[in-house]
């Protein structure tokens, strides 16, 4: 076991780990941030997106040891004094269904349209296409996502 130094939601925190564990289960397990989800532990179904250093990234796939000192966003630190918009859209149009993929489906989006803040729905398709939604709900997902983006529009210019 060795120590590691990570910042999670703005957070420094020290956890002591094998190099190997994966990012998901310090989170989740070591960290009680059960936000991020495990789906199938190979990165292909998006469950686990987290950001890391900005960018979304499938925490089940890196080892924490690739982590210390990297700034991790967590769904929990998505907003931490309320709902973020995203959230607020998922709600509104009533897009959780089993709600599994939902906190990687955020995390993504969030990425997306700090990067593309008037997303067409063809970028929001592509940036989405790596989180899988078995409850088939993309087209409220879309329509979510263009939601928030209309509203952080609104705010950004208020």
């Known amino acids: 076991m060795a120590a590691y130094q ?7 925190r020290t956890v002591e780990a094998q190099p190997d564990t994966p990012l998901l289960w310090i989170l989740r ?21 987290i950001h890391f250093n900005g960018a979304p990234l499938r925490s089940c796939m890196l080892p924490v040891a690739a982590a210390e000192g ?13 709902l973020n918009p995203l959230q607020e859209a998922w709600c509104e149009h009533d897009v959780p269904q089993c709600g599994y993929c939902q906190a990687g489906q ?43 983006a209309l509203r952080l529009q609104q705010e950004a210019s208020a």
């Open 29 to 49: 397990d070591t960290l009680n941030l059960p936000g991020t989800k495990y789906g199938c532990g190979r990165g292909l179904c998006g469950s686990c997106t």
């Open 70 to 82: 990297a700034a991790i966003t967590t769904i929990e630190g998505l907003s931490p004094g309320g």
């Open 106 to 148: 955020i995390m993504t989006a969030a990425a997306l349209l700090r990067d593309r803040p008037d997303p067409t729905d063809a970028e929001i398709d592509e940036a989405l296409a790596g989180n899988l939604c078995r409850c088939g709900t993309h087209v409220r997902i879309r329509a979510a996502v263009k939601a928030a």
């Open 6 to 12: 990570l910042v999670v939601n703005g957070v420094a």
